[in-house]
């Protein structure tokens, strides 16, 4: 049973602080503080606990990552400043490259984000220089930039905390998206192939882990994961945690 809360707990105002801290550093902007207040809501009304369908889509993501020829981890400012060891840690466990790749770009924004990236461990980011010159069609803004080592040739890419625009940008380029989205019914959680409806710092942890598991198994080519039916059980599990809070 989940239980209801006035005010936040000290794990939700933990990540609040990585986030305030990563903002002071250059790798946040104010924008990406809004979404995470969104994020945040979302997560409250979740219980600010793993859904059992969030665990299926973990698992169906681990399986679409191994299974990839080309994945990639796309990174911003967010979710650098929330788990910068677990984009490293999943990059091995999962063989994806990482990326940065920021709707508000600048220079000296890219480079904090790789140094943090570097200092966790990571041995090469794509997206900084020269060869980061391709661009995803049919997109505005700095988004649609793209390395040709990486997102660019991807078959499957790792989006968390993604804005619909892309996401739908990406979709249309023929790429396979794996999204973390804490809003079920956000345009990027619909238009994705996996969705795990979870916070992206309890969600690193997961996928890291089923990434391990999986390896050890033999994956079959094929396998099918019904994202709209899942988004569809994860809406129902927060509306009846709202019951239960309604009626604690
Ligand atoms: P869309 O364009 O896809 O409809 P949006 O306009 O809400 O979504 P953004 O403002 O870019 O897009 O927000 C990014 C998304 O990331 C939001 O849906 C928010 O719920 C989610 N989000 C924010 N913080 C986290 C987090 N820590 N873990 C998982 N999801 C998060």
């Given at each position: 049973m989940l239980v209801p809360r006035s005010h936040p707990r000290a794990a939700s105002l933990h990540i609040r602080e990585r986030l305030v801290h990563g903002y002071r550093k250059g790798l946040v902007v104010e924008e990406g503080l809004l979404a995470h207040g969104r994020g945040e809501m979302f997560d409250y009304l979740m219980g600010e606990k793993t859904l059992k369908t969030s665990h299926d889509a973990v698992k169906a993501a681990s399986r679409m990552l191994l299974l990839a020829k080309r994945p990639v981890i796309s990174v911003n400012g967010n979710l650098a400043a929330l788990c910068p060891r677990e984009i490293v840690v999943l990059a091995r466990a999962s063989g994806a490259k990482i990326e940065v790749n920021l709707f508000y770009a600048s220079e000296k924004r890219k480079k904090a984000i790789a140094g943090v990236l570097k200092r966790s461990g990571a041995k090469e980011v794509l997206?900084?220089?020269?060869?980061?010159?391709q661009k995803i069609p049919n997109l505005d803004s700095a988004r649609r930039v793209v390395d040709e080592r990486g997102i660019f040739i991807a078959d499957v890419v790792l989006v968390p905390?993604?804005?619909g625009d892309r996401t739908e940008a990406l979709k249309r380029f023929g790429k396979k998206v794996i999204t973390f989205d804490?809003?079920?019914?956000?345009r990027t959680a619909q238009a994705a192939?996996?969705?795990?409806?979870?916070n992206v710092t309890r969600g690193m942890q997961l996928l890291i882990k089923s990434c391990r598991k999986m390896k050890k198994c033999r994956l079959g080519k094929n396998f099918k994961f019904d994202n709209k039916k899942n988004l569809s059980r994860s809406i129902l599990a927060i509306k009846n945690n709202l019951g239960r809070m309604a009626h604690a």
């Amino acid at each position: 049973m989940l239980v209801p809360r006035s005010h936040p707990r000290a794990a939700s105002l933990h990540i609040r602080e990585r986030l305030v801290h990563g903002y002071r550093k250059g790798l946040v902007v104010e924008e990406g503080l809004l979404a995470h207040g969104r994020g945040e809501m979302f997560d409250y009304l979740m219980g600010e606990k793993t859904l059992k369908t969030s665990h299926d889509a973990v698992k169906a993501a681990s399986r679409m990552l191994l299974l990839a020829k080309r994945p990639v981890i796309s990174v911003n400012g967010n979710l650098a400043a929330l788990c910068p060891r677990e984009i490293v840690v999943l990059a091995r466990a999962s063989g994806a490259k990482i990326e940065v790749n920021l709707f508000y770009a600048s220079e000296k924004r890219k480079k904090a984000i790789a140094g943090v990236l570097k200092r966790s461990g990571a041995k090469e980011v794509l997206g900084l220089d020269a060869r980061c010159s391709q661009k995803i069609p049919n997109l505005d803004s700095a988004r649609r930039v793209v390395d040709e080592r990486g997102i660019f040739i991807a078959d499957v890419v790792l989006v968390p905390l993604e804005d619909g625009d892309r996401t739908e940008a990406l979709k249309r380029f023929g790429k396979k998206v794996i999204t973390f989205d804490l809003n079920p019914m956000s345009r990027t959680a619909q238009a994705a192939d996996i969705t795990i409806v979870d916070n992206v710092t309890r969600g690193m942890q997961l996928l890291i882990k089923s990434c391990r598991k999986m390896k050890k198994c033999r994956l079959g080519k094929n396998f099918k994961f019904d994202n709209k039916k899942n988004l569809s059980r994860s809406i129902l599990a927060i509306k009846n945690n709202l019951g239960r809070m309604a009626h604690a």
